[in-house]
């Protein structure tokens, strides 16, 4: 049913485009592919733009970063649940292969998707393609391990500039007696803008595994979160260009996975400040630096003897990234960009049954030079980069001993081009083309557990495997953007991604929940990506897109793995929503998101397999009241309409459906 409305919907989509009058577009402004504001003519690569208004009417059922990503071409975006990362994929390779970033500079794509509160964000632009020349590769030792731009990357922009002082609250009330508490407060003060933020979001959530799942809730998990952040921004003497800022953002969140002695306390802290000076009216520095700090403790029982408390174990993570560029502005709109980025890493995990034993100590550092020439020739924009890349680990413990090498470094040259080309006013081509490399994390290295607990029950985690191999990769994509008309735009991109050594995560056993982090062999991903947009009114937005993927892993020397799909890839995805504004003071937003099946391990004969899925998502606002600077209106969140509880890797599964109601005052 869901793929017949899916294609009635398009087909319909494209039927109303009849009898439009073509229009000049005015482009949104981006920042990501350049680190200077740029036209999305003017760049190479495809970069799409979520706006505040966008993510203000999608429902997330996980209040992650992702779930607002999710109607994006060729992004597979899974979330285990509220309490869980996000386990998806983008152009056909893990999701750490698609880097976020936090206003230019890198975030964990695991950890600050859960973190960061949406309400303070401006925007998100998403590249698509390979982004590893002016943006370097993420040290995360947790989760999936160090994350690389080969796919594309996704860069938040917060809110910088306000016009008035305006306050804004949002209490909410929903399934699983969930009750959420926002508030933002943002003002002008002569040249400096700020805002100040906070939010508490408190539940008793629901068993989310399937049935006899290693989860083994006896009661329904409860959980807590706490949000602080602000951001100051001063605009020295008004420059828009000179500008100083500084950004903090503090998240606690703890609860427990339903016992009584299955408790965690995630702490998260993400910390941005940066510097732009010009130096000349076509020169323009730039200086950022930031801190990111991941304490997550877990506590372990020992069911099901008992709901005794067996030990907790923890995880911490300091990284500080910085970057200095210089940016000139030459040649009817060519850009020269040039620069230097670091990066050090501090990760520590341990366990504690009684007295605390550290199982993996480590440090890493990074540092990168680049360069790019963006060459605008006529109707012809040209781009040439390149980057030298360097990354050091220092390790003091690995499985809980010294390792016989106690360190390691990599230095690889990575390059990229592209090309666009305006054939008229209303149509473009481009191509890009570009090179990664990835060293195996500390944490993919050693693991949480010790290669002697493979199998054994009660212990779940990550096992070891210090054989892994360093990964390196090529992408690249073509395509087009049409407009016809100002309210009709279709776009068309074919990509191709292969990683040599793909490191990937597969699972090795599921009660006990284990994984492990393997050398696949060399990945291949390709595929296509179609949309549309469609505005036939003012008060009404329409889309649709269609991803197509297919993926597979060589590897002559095991024929279990050789041919294998790349796990948590969907062959097909696709998705339909439209935004419309209603008589009445009435907003509502529909979006229908389908996915294809996809594997949970490289293993052609252990692997599991997960059907697809649809998830149909609605919000509704309806406006009481709308006076001077005061407005106050209601809502209605409602996420799987269809109740549709479809499993997920690691014995998750979907809750299914959930609705929420709220009310919003702006003043």
Do not use: C
Request: glycine share 10%; proline share 5%.
């Amino acid at each position: 049913m869901a793929r017949g409305l899916f294609g009635a919907v398009l087909i319909g989509i494209l039927a109303f485009g009849n009898g439009l009058h073509a229009v000049e577009s005015v482009e949104p402004v981006v920042v990501t592919a350049s680190k200077l504001p740029r036209t999305p003519g003017n760049v190479t690569q495809k970069v799409d733009t979520v706006d505040s208004e966008q993510l203000s009417v999608i429902v997330s059922g996980h209040g992650n970063v992702a779930d607002w990503l999710l109607y994006q071409p060729g992004i597979f975006a899974s979330p285990l649940s509220r309490n869980d990362a996000n386990w998806g994929s983008v152009g056909g390779l893990s999701q750490k292969y698609n880097t976020y970033m936090l206003e230019g500079l890198p975030i964990d794509v695991f950890v600050e998707p859960q973190s960061l509160e949406v309400l303070a964000f401006d925007r998100i632009e998403v590249q698509r393609g390979p982004a590893a020349v002016l943006y370097p590769n993420y040290l995360g030792m947790d989760f999936a391990g160090n994350q690389s731009p080969l796919t594309g990357t996704t860069n938040i922009l917060l809110k910088e500039r306000f016009d008035k002082r305006r306050t804004f609250l949002d209490a909410s009330y929903g399934s699983y007696n969930t009750l959420t508490i926002r508030f933002l407060h943002q003002r002008p003060v002569g040249d400096v803008h700020f805002f100040l933020g906070g939010g508490l979001e408190d539940s008793d959530y629901t068993d989310y595994g399937t049935e006899d799942s290693w989860l083994n809730m006896i009661d329904d998990p409860e959980y807590q979160k706490t949000k602080l952040y602000g951001k100051m921004t001063w605009f020295v003497s008004g420059d828009e260009r000179h500008k100083v800022s500084v950004f903090a953002h503090h998240t606690n969140h703890h609860g427990d996975a339903g016992r009584p002695k299955r408790g965690f306390d995630h702490d998260y802290w993400t910390l941005n400040s940066a510097y732009q000076l010009p130096l000349s009216q076509a020169m323009t520095a730039s200086f950022k630096v930031g801190y990111r700090n991941y304490d997550r403790t877990w506590q372990e029982d020992n069911y099901p003897t008992s709901l005794a408390l067996r030990e907790e174990d923890g995880v911490r993570q300091e990284i500080v990234p910085g970057d200095f560029s210089l940016a000139l502005e030459h040649w009817g709109g060519s850009l020269l960009t040039i620069g230097a980025d670091f990066q050090t890493a501090s990760y520590k995990t341990y366990a504690d049954p009684g007295v605390r034993s550290v199982t993996n100590d480590a440090d890493a550092l990074q540092y990168g030079v680049y360069a790019q020439e963006e060459f605008v020739w006529g109707r012809t924009i040209l781009r040439l980069g390149g980057r030298y890349a360097y990354t050091r680990h220092e390790v003091d413990l690995l499985s809980g001993a010294e390792p016989e090498d106690d360190s390691a470094s990599w230095d690889e040259w990575l390059w990229s081009v592209g090309v666009r080309h305006h054939v008229f006013g209303n149509l473009a081509v481009y191509a890009n083309v570009g090179t990664s490399f990835v060293a195996p994390s500390i944490h993919s290295v050693g693991g949480t557990l010790k290669a002697s607990d493979r199998g054994v029950p009660g212990k779940d985690g990550r096992l070891p495997n210090p054989d892994l191999e360093p990964e390196s990769g090529m992408g690249g994509d073509v395509g087009f953007d049409w407009k016809p008309y100002e309210e009709l735009g279709f776009g068309a991109r074919g990509f191709y991604n292969k990683v040599k050594d793909n490191i990937v995560q597969v699972v090795v056993s599921e009660n006990p929940s284990q994984s492990q982090d393997i050398n696949a062999g060399d990945s291949t991903s390709y595929g296509v990506e179609l949309e549309v947009h469609y505005r036939p009114l003012d008060r009404l937005r329409v889309f649709a897109n269609y991803t197509y993927t297919d993926t597979s892993i060589e590897n002559d020397e095991d024929p279990d793995v050789d041919g294998a799909e790349v796990p948590f890839v969907p062959k097909h995805m696709g998705n339909i929503g439209a935004d419309m504004d209603l008589p009445y003071d009435i907003k509502v937003g529909v979006y229908l998101h389908v996915a294809g099946r996809i594997y949970d391990s490289t293993s052609k004969q252990s692997r599991n397999r997960f059907p697809g899925y649809e998830v149909l998502n609605a919000y509704v606002e309806k406006l009481l009241v709308a006076k001077d600077t005061t407005i106050l209106s209601v809502y209605g969140r409602f996420y799987n309409l269809t109740d549709n509880r479809f499993e997920m890797p690691w014995q998750f599964q979907d809750p299914g459906f959930a609705f929420t109601s709220g009310i919003k005052f702006v003043f």
